[in-house]
Every structure is written in C-alpha cells, then in structure tokens.
C-alpha cells in the first residue's frame, strides 16, 4: 500500500498526572486528496486526534502508537522538524480564527509572511502571491482589503483568510477543527463549497473534525464516528450515513433528521461517559437500546460490514432496523450523567 | 378567536455606543426596527435569523429586559411598556425567557435547591413543606433527580443546566416561554432531548412559547408559524399551514438552502428541498 | 471560563508578586502565606505570655545591647527589648492594615456596585471621580490629608478611606458592568426580583473575587503605609511601639548596631510576604473558578 498521506494507527491520547485515557486505539488514514469526515460531540476526542497528528496537544497530554505521514513518523519529529512541517506540508485551521490571527498584522502580510518563511521569495512576490490567494479564497477586492487588519472583517471572511494563510505553503493536508461551526448557516455554505473546491483543485488531503453530520456528509469522501475517545463507524460517507451499522451512528442521524409528520425529534437518552468511567465492553453500551451482556463485557472488535466499510458493535444485523421509538424506549430518567 | 395573549408591536431598538471620547456618542446601527408580532395562548411561535439579525433583541424587548426605543408590548390587554418599579417586576415573572449559554445561566455561586426555592419564595407560590414538594415536581418535570437540589451549577453538564433553567422559569409559573437558541450550545444528541422537553412542558402546561433559532428547519418542526428576520427587520412569516418550500423572501430560500441536510445528500445534490 | 478582570486589577504594590514557594509540583505559596499570616497574629495576640518585659518600660542600664539569649532581637537605646516591642507593634500593624482595608473595601465595594448596577449620571460622577483620584499619587495624597487633619492613627484610617475606596469601587463598578449583562443576571430581572436583591445575591458575590485578591496586596501597602506615616511623625507617637516608628527612632544607631533597625524592618518584609502569598494564592483560586 502507498505510503504517501496520512496514516494514523493505534493512537491514543492520554493526560499522564490525572491518569486519563480520551483517545483509544484510533486508526485512521487520509491518502493524498482524499477527504476523511471526523464526527462527534464535545469531548469526544476528535480535536485533541486532530492536534496530535500536528504535536499540538495540551500540556499534560501524551500520544501513543503510530502517526505517519508521506512515509515519517511524525510522533518522532524533533520540535525544529515539526515545526517545518507545520504549515509548510500540513496545515491547520481553527474554529475561532479571531484567535488564530495576529490582531497588529495586517491579513495581507500576514499571509506572506507564511509564504516567506517556506519559501525564498522578495517581499513584493510574496504580497502579490497573497493577494492572489485572498482573491482565491473569494474575498473581494483582495489587493485593498490586503492593507486591513483582521478585526475589520466578518467571522467567515476571516475564516477565509485562516485558509489563505493555511493554503499559502502548498500543504498536501489540511486538518480542519470545525471551521464553521461559529459561523452562520449562509456563511457556513460557503465555507465548505470553497474547501470543496480547494482540495479538488490543489489534490490535497483534507482531515474535517466536526460535531455535525450533514456539514462532514457534504465535504468528505469519508466518514469516521467517534464515540468516548473510539471510532465506533468508519466507512464511505454515503455508506455511513444512509446504511449505518453501529446503534450510535443510527441515533445520531435520527436526532438530526426533522420530519414533520413525528411529533417529537429521535433523542438518544443519557449522555456520553465521562473519560476514565469506562467499562472494558463496548462504550455506548448504556444508552444503546440493543445491548446485550456480551456488549458490556469484553472490548468489541471492529466488525467488517463493506468495502472500507466497519463498525465496532456485535450487533450490526439489527441496528439497521432501529427506529426512534426504540431509541426513546430506552429513556432513562434523569436525562444526562452529571460530572460531579 | 380570543385576544391575544401577547401582542408587540412596531418594536424599535437601538443599542447606545457610550464610552465614546468625551461622551460623544457614536451612531449606532438600530438592531431591531419595526417588529410586530402577536401570540395566542398555548401556541409556538419561532424566530429564525442569523447572528445580528435582531432575534435575540427582540426576545429582550418582548420580554421587557431591555426597553424598547418605540412600540409596545402589550400583555393580557396591558400595556408592559408603560409600567416601572414593582408594577413591572410583578408581572415580570409570567414571561420568562430561556438563553442560549448554559453556562452563563445559572449563579454559579447557588446550589439548585436555592436557585428554585428563591422563586417560590419571593414570590409566595408556596408555603411551608409547600416548596419542598414544588421544587421536587419542578425538578421531576424537567427530568433531573432530586439529589440535584444540594448541587452547584459547575456539576452539572450543558444539557443538565438547560433544564434547570427550565425549571428556574416554571417555578415563576409563566404563562409564556421565549427559548433564545436554547439548544444552539448543546451537542447534537442532547438538542434532541431539550427540544422534547419543551414542546411536553407547552403541551402539559399550556404554555406560549416563541422558540428562536438559527436552523430554519429545526425551527419549524418545532413551531408551525415561523417569522425570519434579517438584518433587525422581519421579513417574512410563514403561517401555519404553508411549508417552507412556499416561501417567498429570497432570504429565506437561501436561508434554506444553505442548512446542510442528510436527506439532500443522498439524492447527491446540494439544494435542500426534501 | 477564566477570570480576565483578575489581570487587570491595579497593581499599587509589587514587590512580592510572582514568588513562590515550590517543593517538587506542589505549589505550597498559599499554605505558607496563611501559615505565616496565622503564627504573626497568634504572636502578637500572646505577646505578653512570649517575652517577660515590658514594651515602653526604660531601663538605661541595659541599652543598645547586641542580640543575646537575654534579648535575643538586642535591646534599643532606651535599654527596651527589641523582640518584645516587635512583638507588640504586631498589634498596631496588624490592626492598621485591617482597618486601612476594611472602611476602603465595604464604602468603595457598595458604591461601585450601585454605580455599575444603576449606570447613569452618578456612575459617570463616580467614575470621574475614580479618575482624578487615581491620578494622583497614592501616598502623596494620603500624606497630604493626615498633614492637614494632624497626625494620629484615627486620621490616618480617615485619609486611608478618602483615598482607597476609589479603588475598590473601580473594581466593583468594572465586574458590576460586566455581571449586569450576564444571564443569571438577566434570569434574576426577569424573575421579578428587586434591584437589592439582584445587587447582593446575584451580582455581588461573584464580583467580588478580585476585590478580595486586590485587598491583600493593598493589606500590606497599608501596613507599610502607617509605618512611614509613622517613620515622618505623622501616625502611630512614641512611645507605643510600631515597625515604622521603631525604625525612626533607630535610625541613629543603623550603622553601629544594625539590629534595632534590622528587625522591625524585617517584621515589615515578612509580613507583606506572607498577605502577598495569600493575594497570589486567592488570585489563582479565583481564575480557576468556573463562572
């Protein structure tokens, strides 16, 4: 198989002094211009997945196992490589770009000093190719508003910016932590449409760490779920989300999905387990309305459905089947966990 | 057809930009201009507009916690704009407002029980072993275990502290609800189970409630007759009995169109008509 | 959500801001400060139980004696005992610091949070008032008035309160004007609830953190402050015993027997270190804090 991309194996994320595991075991793997949709909710471990394969993680975090990319293994990079890499072949954007940009520098400048400190180019080659990048992010009048400062632009037209800046060395990998997530929907659209467009156009690779199913359905090739620091379903993204196996992924669709004729929207009662609080069996297992004691007891292994194609529950048979109402039958009084 | 229970009407609001150099005030963009709106008794209205829209300033005028610049808000026949002082803060609790952050909700220095037990109290809704029983029911209809009473909100997780502030409105026994993204904050599975809870407590309740929101469709699920705004004006109400599909303000169609949607994706195109 | 305001507190007084005390990961600079804060009240509360003389009593006999089992802090050149009248000074300072911070922090504390509550004309009064005050230097104002009202511990607590309430006020005025628009405060109006109940349930005790974490830092700019009043004549008159008046008298005998200077000025130091920590130690508390 191709070494070229991005290939993730066995990763776990853990903060040492309090002993928490938050990732476990995920595998992962982006080829060059492949797109992968990383799906969950807060605290799932998506982000901190997405930072680690940059070294970016939190003080007190540790990664484990294997991050490789076009054929180095990136959790051995010194901090001076990884620091070349960064940005240069793998870059990464944010959901708030308000912090990710310097308020003093004008966005302009900003942006080629990116291209600056990659590549030897003159002062005025590299404003020119900013410019250009502004333009072909699709913000107007890209060579006067290169003179502003990022406060007088809207959050989306900023967010733009974040990806001039992340597009500005070539990278063959973008990693993109809810980049709409703070935008409006209007906004948003556009968003997508554009890395859309990019990564067709430039063939790069493009890891997309999102809460919301529809906005991963509509960017990437691929979908991987995460559920309490696993993949829980991992395969084509029409796969996922029209013929998903795991009960997980069912309810997540059903609870996004609004049909009028129901009275009520599909809810999955309880909340997600608070890292540490997990049993050996599978994670979902207390809200899941098909677990059985073979669920709970022993680790559950990623069970083969399709091409490419995997979901780790020993019940995939049936979860397809599954409806709202059986989702509610399993409410649990008291709605959600309290972290206490 | 009854009256009304609340009427408002022509709502202008302006927000004043102070702290200018010596007192100069700077003009200021109007963040809600000439809102009407009027809701019976037990029916769901929804909001739907962008940030900056106005929605949330029209929550606050309706609900009189901010003043509006012109218009009234009249409220079982009466006039709310005309009142101050303690005729204001009386009628104040039969219209309580549920805000988008739980985390900036609740007193993070008030144990739950307290939290409830205040309103009770203050507004003698109960008496003696009275309260204790209410605070149980009230925790009980919003699905949170009594035990929750002698905890602090930083327990709790964001669906959890939704509905304590759900409960923290019930217990004024309000006649109307104004949820402003009150699900926005939270995490796709739990959206689901705020969202229930609310259209049960209207049902159980009678209860007005004007549910606003940024997903047009979720909106509608939820409330039948739909108002958009755009830009501190509205500009366009969907009645009850028409889909979104009939709309007619080009807004709202690319308010519609914009929402990603599974159901769209499977048909691979990028439109939004299901 | 962290507390950004904590950052921005005004800083009068510096000298002890950052230290800490560290064994291993442990960060043991807030126990040390209580500790140490605890055992100087406790000393000055039992002083007469500590030391077998007198503090104001002479004995010429026995003057300007260097440190020894008999005194262990020497005796001044009025034949006292050193440590006893450190010991005793422990009272006045003490109280100078807790008085010079009580009157400051409740008036400034109230107006403030009236002043960001109701906003309006008086705010703007209040705030230009804080302004002006502010502008001036803190221990040239406070010395101008006790020149004026005449010396003594009474006038120096009044001039204390002229002067610092405005700073408790601005941060007061500051957390108000940011809580006002939270929604538990918004919750709080809609519920009916009266302006005062509002003001000291809802909005006080989650704004008055920084002023809590400013109060220690101006404890020991207070204690320091009556001991120079006192150092200039213009606070504590001998022969009561206090730090700064201590160091006044012994100002002759610094270079031939450093030790009546020395330990007075010592007690100042560890004083101020210790409130210092325990400032730092409610500042780290307070960010830490969900609100």
């Known amino acids: 198989m191709s070494k070229e991309g991005l290939i993730v194996e066995d990763l776990s994320i853990s903060f040492v002094q309090r002993q928490l595991e938050v990732v476990t075991g995920v595998s992962l793997r982006i080829g060059r211009g492949e797109a992968l949709g990383l799906v969950g909710e807060s605290g799932s471990g998506k982000s901190l997945t997405a930072r680690a394969i940059l070294g970016l993680l939190p003080r007190g975090a540790v990664a484990s196992g294997r991050i490789m990319f076009d054929g180095s293994s990136l959790l051995d990079l010194a901090a001076r490589e990884m620091q070349k890499l960064r940005g240069a072949r793998v870059a990464m954007i944010f959901q708030d770009p308000m912090s990710s940009l310097n308020p003093v520098l004008r966005v302009g400048t900003a942006i080629a000093q990116v291209i600056q400190s990659h590549e030897r180019v003159g002062a005025g080659e590299a404003h020119r190719r900013a410019v250009a990048l502004m333009d072909r992010v699709g913000i107007r009048d890209a060579q006067e508003r290169s003179h502003a400062y990022p406060h007088q632009f809207s959050g989306g037209m900023r967010q733009r910016i974040m990806i001039a800046m992340a597009l500005a060395a070539n990278p063959s990998l973008l990693l993109a932590d809810e980049p709409t997530t703070a935008l409006d929907v209007v906004v948003q659209a556009g968003i997508l449409r554009l890395l859309t467009d990019l990564r067709h156009e430039k063939g790069m690779g493009l890891l997309l760490v999102s809460h919301d199913l529809a906005v991963v359905g509509r960017v990437s090739d691929r979908v991987a779920v995460m559920y309490a620091g696993q993949i829980v379903e991992e395969g084509p993204t029409s796969e996922v989300l029209f013929r998903p196996h795991m009960p997980y992924t069912v309810g997540l669709i059903a609870s996004v999905r609004r049909d009028r004729a129901a009275a009520r929207l599909s809810s999955i009662s309880g909340s997600p387990p ?54 509610a039958a399993a409410r649990v009084p008291g709605g959600e966990r309290a972290n206490v | 057809m009854s009256e009304p229970l609340l009427v408002a009407e022509n709502l202008t609001k ?73 005729d204001l803060r009386a009628r104040r609790r039969y219209i309580q407002t549920i805000f988008q952050d739980p985390y900036a909700s609740l007193n993070p220095r008030m144990r739950i029980g307290d939290v409830l037990e205040e309103v009770i109290r203050y507004h003698r809704l109960a008496t003696g072993p009275g309260i204790a029983a209410r605070v149980k ?68 309740l009678g209860l007005s409630v004007i549910f606003i929101g940024h997903d047009l469709q979720l909106v509608n699920f939820i409330a039948p007759r739909v108002i958009i705004m755009l830009k501190g004006r509205i500009v366009e109400t969907i009645p009850e009995n028409k889909s979104l599909l009939d709309a007619e303000h080009e807004y709202t169609r690319e308010l519609l169109e914009s929402v990603p949607r599974l159901e769209s994706l499977r048909d691979g195109g990028k439109g939004t008509r299901s | 959500m962290t507390n950004p305001s904590l950052d921005s507190l005004p800083r009068r007084w510096s000298l002890f801001r950052g230290v800490q005390i560290r064994l291993g990961s442990h960060n043991y600079s807030f126990a040390v400060g209580i500790v140490g804060f605890s055992l100087i009240v406790l000393a000055a509360i039992f002083a007469p139980l500590l030391t077998p003389y007198d503090p104001v009593a002479l004995d010429f006999a026995s003057a300007l004696q260097p440190p020894s089992w008999a005194h262990p802090f020497g005796t001044d050149n009025l034949g006292r005992d050193v440590l006893t009248r450190v010991l005793y000074a422990a009272r006045i300072d003490l109280q100078i610091g807790a008085i010079g911070v009580a009157f400051p922090f409740v008036i400034g504390a109230v107006i403030g949070l009236f002043a960001g509550y109701f906003g309006g004309w008086a705010d703007a009064l209040i705030g230009r008032l804080i302004d002006i005050v502010i502008a001036f230097p803190f221990l040239v104002l406070v010395i101008a008035i006790v020149a004026m009202l005449g010396p003594g511990l009474v006038n120096l607590y009044i001039a204390v309160t002229l002067v610092s309430w405005v700073l408790y006020a601005r941060i007061l005025r500051g957390e108000t004007l940011a809580l006002k628009r939270r929604e538990y405060v918004m919750a709080a109006t809609s519920l009916g609830f009266p302006h005062l109940k509002i003001m000291f349930r809802h909005i006080l005790p989650n704004a008055i953190a920084p002023a809590i974490v400013f109060a220690m830092s101006d404890y020991a700019l207070d204690v320091q402050l009556g001991a120079t009043l006192s150092f200039f004549g213009l606070g504590v008159q001998p022969p009561t015993p206090e730090w700064g008046l201590m160091i006044a008298e012994a100002r002759n005998f610094m270079l031939t027997e450093p030790w009546v200077i020395l330990f007075p000025g010592l007690a100042i130091v560890v004083l101020s270190l210790c409130v210092s920590l325990i400032g730092d130690g409610l500042a780290d508390r307070a960010r830490g804090l969900h609100v």
């Open chain 1, 274 to 327: 608070a890292p540490g609080s997990t049993s050996a069996g599978c994670r979902f297992a207390p809200r899941c309305p098909l677990a059985i004691d073979a669920c709970r007891r022993n680790a559950i292994p990623a069970v083969p459905i399709g091409p490419g194609h995997w979901a780790r529950c020993i019940r995939t048979e049936d979860a397809q089947a599954l409806t709202a109402a059986d989702f």
């Open chain 2, 14 to 86: 302006t927000y004043q930009r102070s702290g200018g150099a010596f007192g100069f005030h700077r003009p200021a963009n109007p963040a809600l201009i000439d809102a009407s709106l009027q809701i019976n008794r037990a029916e769901i209205v929804g909001v739907v507009g962008e940030s900056g829209s106005g929605k949330t300033t029209l929550a606050r005028c309706i609900a009189l916690l901010d003043r509006p610049d012109t218009g009234r808000v009249i409220f079982k026949g009466e006039d709310l704009t005309k009142l101050s002082g303690a």
């Open chain 2, 137 to 204: 029911q009230l925790l009980d209809q919003v699905g949170l275990p009594l035990s929750a009473v002698s905890s602090y909100p930083a327990a709790f997780s964001g669906g959890q502290r939704q509905r304590i502030c759900i409960a923290r409105a019930l217990a004024a026994e309000p006649e109307m609800l104004i949820a402003d993204e009150p699900v926005s904050a939270l995490d796709v599975s739990i959206q689901a189970q705020v969202v229930n809870l609310l259209l049960d407590l209207k049902e159980q």
